[in-house]
């Protein structure tokens, strides 16, 4: 069995009106790890995590879970979305029934487990992402960070083995955000391999284990979140940005090139126990 939890080998991508969204995608997810895809407006990562979970068809190449390619027939598909959940970017995609708590508990009673289990996965869910107080009032109502956090609840119902969020911060304010990522964080150390998009290059550095840019529909780039984001050239040309820790740190030891990559800060605490340390 493969050791890589997802795989993608030369999977291209092409929409109906014949745009050539993914070109040619190299890809070795393993299991356990914090993933982030970065890159800009339509560089291809709605389209990447749609073909990770059999909503769209790879054009040309395959795509593979836990080293078995997935056939795109009702049994195959069935399995990678029962093990793959993917959070839509726009939650108005996602949601559709009409109380917060028939949302959540809808792909949950599919699972054929107890209904006192799903109830119970239900309510830790709707706890988690902060809006149990809600269940029973009406999605169409809620507020669009409101839609946003009951569509990650929706999926943590699952309890799948590789969670896929699109751009799961956007919209939502920093307290919501910093929850979202305690979530993320919590369901890794659980075991759960977790896959996310972001434009927050600040999240994507102190997060991921692991990072890949995207641009025009190809991977530019993939690394440690130090070496993506000490490529200036590739943030140029990507239109990235350097995310502040790692350039106040670099503007600050600049005699210091032959500090090791794991002393490198990731996030403010870190900076400041490097700043403290160098007096
Ligand atoms: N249903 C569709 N039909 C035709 N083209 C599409 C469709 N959906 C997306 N595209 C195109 O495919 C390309 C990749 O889009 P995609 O949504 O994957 O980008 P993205 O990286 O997720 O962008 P964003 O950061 O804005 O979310 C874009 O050029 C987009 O215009
Ligand atoms: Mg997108």
Do not use: W
């Not at 997810?29 to 970065?38: H, N, P, T």
């Not at 029934?97 to 830790?124: K, T």
Request: glycine share 6%.
């Amino acid at each position: 069995m493969s050791e890589y939890i997802l795989e993608t080998r030369n999977l291209s991508f092409q929409y109906p009106d014949g745009t050539k969204a993914l070109r040619n995608i190299n890809l070795k997810i393993e299991k356990g790890k914090k993933i982030s895809v970065v890159g800009v407006n339509g560089s291809g990562k709605s389209t990447l995590f749609l073909n990770f979970n059999g909503v769209l068809k790879p054009t040309e190449g395959i795509l593979l879970y836990k080293g078995k390619e997935v056939k795109h027939n009702h049994r195959s598909l069935l399995e990678l979305r029962k093990n793959i959940g993917i959070v839509f970017q726009d939650p108005e995609n996602q949601l559709f029934s009409a109380s917060v708590f028939q949302e959540v508990s809808f792909g949950a009673m599919n699972l054929r487990i107890a209904e006192d289990e799903v109830r119970n996965r239900v309510n830790e869910a709707l706890r988690n992402v902060g809006m149990y107080e809600y269940k029973d009032k009406a999605v169409h109502f809620l507020s669009y960070g409101q839609k946003k956090r009951v569509s990650i609840a929706d999926i943590l119902v699952m309890k799948p083995e590789i969670i896929v969020f699109d751009e799961p911060t956007s919209s939502l304010d920093p307290k919501h955000s910093k929850q979202m990522v305690k979530i993320f964080d919590e369901l890794n150390d659980n075991g759960m391999t977790v896959i996310l998009s972001t434009h927050d290059v600040e999240l994507a550095y102190s997060y991921s284990d692991y990072i890949i840019v995207m641009k025009d529909g190809e991977i530019v780039k993939q690394g440690t979140p130090v070496e993506i984001f000490s490529d200036d050239n590739l943030i140029r040309d990507c239109y990235l940005e350097k995310p502040m820790v790692l350039e106040i740190f670099q503007q600050l030891c600049k005699n210091n090139k032959f500090i090791s990559e794991k002393d490198i800060p990731r996030n403010k605490e870190e900076l400041f126990h490097v700043l403290k340390v160098l007096g």
